[in-house]
C-alpha cells in the first residue's frame, strides 16, 4: 500500500511540476500593421495585436490573446499559439446570426532587434467556397517617450526694471 501511494504521489509531483515549466521562446507581443489580398474582398490592411498570456504559455509554447482591427473599425478577437517560427492563428467572426472561423498558419521572423513579421495563409468557411487568403503582417515600432529633461527659466527683465537700476 505504501509504495502504491508513494508511487502516486510521484506521478502528481511530476505533473504539477510539468504543468509549470515557465515560457522560453521568443515574445512576439506587439501591434502589426498587415497588408493582405483574398479571394473575395480583393487587397485589405487591419491592424493585428499579439499579446502573450503567460498564464497559458509553457516550455516553448506561447498562447497569445489576438485582436483585428479593419479599416471599417470592426474588431474580431481571436487566439494564436506559436513555437519557434509558426504561428497558427483564429478568429470568431461573428455576426449575431452564425459564427464564421478563420484559420491562418504564419512564419514569424525578426526584422530587427526588437520587432518581428509574419506571412500568414488563411481560409474562412462562408458557406460556399470559401475565402482564402494571405497577408504580410509587419510590427509597428514602438513610441519613443520624451526624455524629460530639466530646464531653467531664465528671470524675466523688463526695460524698466534694467533702466532703473543702471541709472541709479
Known amino acids: ?4 501511494f ?3 504521489f510521484m506521478f502528481t509531483c511530476i505533473n504539477v511540476a510539468q504543468a509549470e515549466q515557465e515560457f522560453v521562446g521568443d ?9 493582405g489580398s483574398n479571394n473575395k474582398v480583393g487587397d485589405y ?9 503567460r498564464h497559458s504559455s509553457h516550455d516553448s509554447f506561447g ?6 482591427e479593419t479599416e471599417n473599425a470592426l474588431v474580431y478577437k481571436g ?5 519557434g517560427n509558426k504561428l497558427a492563428l483564429t478568429f470568431n467572426f461573428s455576426d449575431g446570426r452564425s459564427p464564421d472561423f478563420t484559420t491562418g498558419i504564419a512564419t514569424i521572423a525578426p526584422i530587427s532587434a526588437t520587432r518581428w513579421a509574419y506571412s500568414n495563409h488563411y481560409y474562412e468557411p462562408d458557406g460556399a467556397a470559401g475565402v482564402f487568403g494571405s497577408e504580410r ?4 515600432k514602438p513610441l519613443k517617450l520624451a526624455s524629460k529633461k530639466k530646464t531653467f527659466k531664465k528671470p524675466i527683465v523688463n526695460e524698466e ?4 537700476n543702471t541709472s541709479s
Do not use: H, R, W
Open 27 to 35: 515574445n512576439f507581443s506587439g501591434v502589426y500593421v498587415c497588408k
Open 79 to 83: 487566439q494564436a499559439i506559436a513555437q
Open 45 to 53: 490592411e487591419v491592424m493585428a495585436t499579439l499579446k502573450l498570456n
Open 137 to 140: 503582417c509587419v510590427m509597428k
Open 1 to 4: 500500500m505504501k509504495k502504491l
Open 6 to 8: 508513494l508511487l502516486g
Open 161 to 164: 526694471t534694467t533702466i532703473s
Open 63 to 68: 498562447a497569445y490573446d489576438l485582436k483585428a
